[in-house]
């Protein structure tokens, strides 16, 4: 069964830090991608990062220049380092996991195959 945990969400003020993680088991190392969702009240889900299996990296526009994603060499524990925060990033962000290169070549377009329940990033001004 296909798991992922994410913890390090909390509250802090605007231009702060926060490192999430997502822990990930259940399925055994192939080609996969892994990323960062995240989700307001009231808004869209939106897709923050994305890693694949080379290491290569994308993100979304907003958060450019401000978050960092990166995984372990096995490709289980998935990291997204948030600096400069602010209340705009305040949000529900959920790690996922995809086998599909369609969905990795394409994202953030579609969802992934598996989600975390995700941990909440609150930032204050």
């Known amino acids: 069964k296909v798991q992922l945990v994410e913890t390090g969400g909390g509250s802090v003020q605007s231009g702060g830090s926060l490192r999430l993680s997502c822990v990930a088991s259940?399925?055994?190392?192939?080609?996969?991608?892994l990323a960062w969702f995240r989700q307001a009240p009231g808004k869209d889900r939106e897709g923050v990062a994305v890693i694949d299996n080379d290491g290569n990296t994308r993100y979304a526009e907003s958060v450019t220049g401000r978050f960092t994603i990166s995984q372990t060499n096995d490709k289980k524990s998935l990291y997204l380092q948030m600096n400069s925060l602010t209340p705009e990033d305040t949000a529900m962000y959920r790690c996922?996991?995809?086998?599909?290169?369609?969905?990795?070549?394409?994202?953030?377009?579609?969802?992934?195959?598996?989600w975390g329940k995700g941990t909440q990033v609150n930032i204050s001004s």
């Open positions: 259940g399925y055994t190392y192939s080609s996969h991608c």
């Open positions: 996922g996991v995809s086998f599909s290169p369609s969905t990795c070549k394409n994202w953030p377009r579609h969802g992934m195959d598996y």
